[in-house]
Nanobody
């Protein structure tokens, strides 16, 4: 079993930055892909970024968001810069992510989510 706890969400004005953190515990391995999804109101949850050695990003966040991982701390981070109102969503940490096709992924484990609100 794997537990994921997110932190770092909040409110920011457009153009600002936020950094999300996700601490993992349980049976998580460095070979497991970890990352982030988000769900905006009335929309499906969508893939944002993952990391397992190499990184992958959704086209909507490339160049603005950076994912990183500290294996010693079992923690994954998402640095979000140049935030836009359309980035407003609940952000979910995920573990054991599998890419189904470019930009589409699924995961075995999920955090509880953290709200990110970007005002214009």
């Amino acid at each position: 079993q794997v537990q994921l706890v997110e932190s770092g969400g909040g409110w920011v004005q457009a153009g600002g930055s936020l950094r999300l953190s996700c601490a993992a515990s349980g049976r998580i391995f460095t070979s497991d892909a970890m990352g982030w999804f988000r769900q905006a109101p009335g929309k499906e949850r969508t893939f944002i970024a993952s990391i397992r050695g190499s990184v992958e990003y959704a086209d909507t966040v490339k160049g603005r968001f950076t994912i990183s991982r500290d294996n010693a701390k079992n923690t994954v981070y998402l640095q979000m810069n140049s935030l836009k109102p359309e980035d407003t969503a609940v952000y979910y940490c995920a573990a054991r992510i599998r890419t189904l096709r470019p930009g589409v992924a699924e995961a075995d484990y999920w955090g509880q989510g953290t709200q990110v609100t970007v005002s214009s």
